[in-house]
């Protein structure tokens, strides 16, 4: 590949970025100011759960305040918050060449489609990032979970298949879709886990080892999943266990939910989801990607979603409150108890 641009250099952007230039390929990274300068002052380092640990010189970055003029990558990777799609699309409207391939590794559901609506011009697909990548220190990003990216891809297309080869090299693998919708309702069931995880206030293992939060985590899903059940949508099974049954699973006294859940719960002891990131630095946060989803998904079904708009309710009061919940207290705020 001749080269692949990065829009929207954070968590997602850093990692995903930094193995597609540690497999051979020239990466451009296009960022705000605290993240650029703290990879022109040290670097990039990426490590993850399994033993990885490398560095790229600072030297050997492209790093940009805005997409270059000129630049004609094969391939860009969009890497913003949901809020900031619209902006990062028209600003690559502006710069690139028609017909460019962007693939969203964005959480929800519609931020591709958003994205092409505002400039058609690109060539938008679909993606999927099933794992936890967390911010250690200025310019050190680390994996904290397992599993393969995910994109939506005709057959044949030859940039989503050179990107696949590439990331091979480095041991990170990627499944190609002709339908990314199954793979990306599968995982906004599991960030359903996110807002819980930021209002728990602690870490991804310690909150799914408490019952009252699993049981949050449940619900929120059930009502997902019925709602999807009615709509006729297929959910994509992205975890040992099949979405019904991961319910059950989620419902289980702790001890046995320990033992059952070995490879759920092989999460860095410090991960935390990106929702809980964003409380913490006071910036929006995706919950409208995520059960306002939900939620809209039943207003076209003529129903509702009442925990989920619940739980929108109360990430988007948390500003009004800040004081993390306990099991208890969540389990109450959503009527639960
Ligand atoms: N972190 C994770 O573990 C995972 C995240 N995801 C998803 O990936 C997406 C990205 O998340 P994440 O990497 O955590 O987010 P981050 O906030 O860490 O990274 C996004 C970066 O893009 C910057 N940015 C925003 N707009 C622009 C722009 N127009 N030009 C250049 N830079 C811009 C942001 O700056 P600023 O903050 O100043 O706006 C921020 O530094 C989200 O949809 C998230 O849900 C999916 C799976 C896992
Ligand atoms: C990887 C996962 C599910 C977990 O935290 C995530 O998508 C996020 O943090 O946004």
Partial sequence: MAGVLVMGAGSVGCFIGGLTQLAG???HFVGRPRVLGALRKQGLR?????????????????????????????????????GATAEAATALGLTLPQGTPVVSLQNGIGNATLARAAVPQLHWHAGMVPFNIAELAPGHYHRGTGGALAAEAAAGDAALAAWKTALGRVGMGLALHADLAPVQWGKLLLNLNNPVNALSGRPLRDELLERGYRRVLAALQQEALDLLDAAQRPVAQLTPLPPRRLLVLLRLPTPLFRLAAARMLRVDAQARSSMADDLAHGRPTEIDALCGEVVRLAHSLHRSAPLNARMQALVEAWPRRRRAYSPTELLQALGLA
């Fill in 25 to 27: 390929v020239p990466v």
């Fill in 46 to 82: 990426l490590t993850d759960m399994d033993g990885l640990d490398r560095r790229i010189p600072a030297l050997d970055l492209r790093l940009h305040d805005e997409p270059p003029a000129g630049l004609k990558p094969d391939l860009v990777l969009l890497c913003v918050k949901s």
